[in-house]
């Protein structure tokens, strides 16, 4: 199973609200990734997880949170977001992160903030 | 610091023809290289990897890739495109010790004529 899934696949959230994206593989990958990716551009990397820690932090605001609940699962939780934080939001999986093997994306979630 | 420049923003093809997009990347030491596809609205599915050994490399849907040490890239090649190649595609490079960050190309948008 080479699949990443991510839930849900749109999302439409005020400035005001909490709301959390989901990710999961079953693919016994040690790393895994979140990008934000605006329209024509490339994704941009948030945060990475090594073996359920957070190893890298791109200078994200706080309002994004990242959560590793175990080595299948990836969650981000969103408070207080902007509209310039719509986007669509990828999560990725890879074998490990001590260096840069090739990733596994999820369809990503479309995220909408009025 | 690494970095990949896709210098064709956008590529038009007639179904049937040939297909090249360049990529040439900057990195001191030997890069590991990606080809990424993405369909409108879609997560990106890996195309083929560069991490050493033969500088030719297949990938699935019938693209092949050629590591040139000596110019710097690794352009994606097709024989015959087929209208279902229509997507953005992304080179991206990385590295043995890189703590399993990527970085991207802008994305070469490819279009299909009939």
């Known amino acids: 199973d080479t699949e990443v899934t991510q839930t849900p696949k749109h999302l439409v959230m005020g400035m005001t609200n909490k709301k959390s994206l989901k990710c999961e593989q079953h693919?016994?990958?040690?790393?895994m990734y979140w990008y934000k990716q605006k329209a024509k551009k490339p994704p941009e990397l948030m945060f990475v997880?090594?073996?359920?820690?957070?190893?890298i932090n791109e200078s994200v605001p706080s309002r994004f949170s990242p959560e590793c609940p175990n080595s299948s699962l990836l969650n981000l939780h969103l408070h207080a977001l902007q509209p310039e934080d719509s986007a669509l939001y990828l999560c990725?999986?890879?074998?490990?992160?001590?260096?840069?093997?090739?990733?596994?994306f999820g369809p990503g979630t479309r995220l909408t903030v009025t | 610091a690494q970095s990949v420049t896709q210098p064709d923003i956008h590529i038009t093809v007639s179904e049937g023809a040939s297909l090249e997009l360049r990529c040439n990347y900057s990195?001191?030491?030997?890069?590991?290289l990606f080809w990424y596809v993405q369909s409108p609205g879609q997560g990106l599915q890996l195309l083929l990897k560069?991490?050493?050994?033969?500088?030719l490399v297949q990938g699935i849907k019938g693209f092949e890739a050629e590591f040139k040490r000596s110019q710097s890239s690794f352009n994606l090649r097709k024989p015959s495109v087929h209208w279902s190649d229509a997507a953005e595609y992304f080179c991206?490079?990385?590295?043995?010790?890189?703590?399993?960050?990527?970085?991207f190309g802008d994305g070469t948008t490819l279009t299909v004529k009939p």
């Open positions: 560069y991490f050493s050994g033969d500088t």
């Open positions: 990725a999986s890879s074998q490990a992160a001590q260096t840069t093997y090739e990733q596994y």
């Open positions: 997880y090594s073996y359920e820690k957070l190893s």
């Open positions: 991206a490079v990385g590295a043995k010790s890189n703590a399993g960050k990527s970085t």
């Open positions: 990195y001191g030491a030997t890069p590991y």
């Open positions: 693919m016994g990958h040690r790393a």
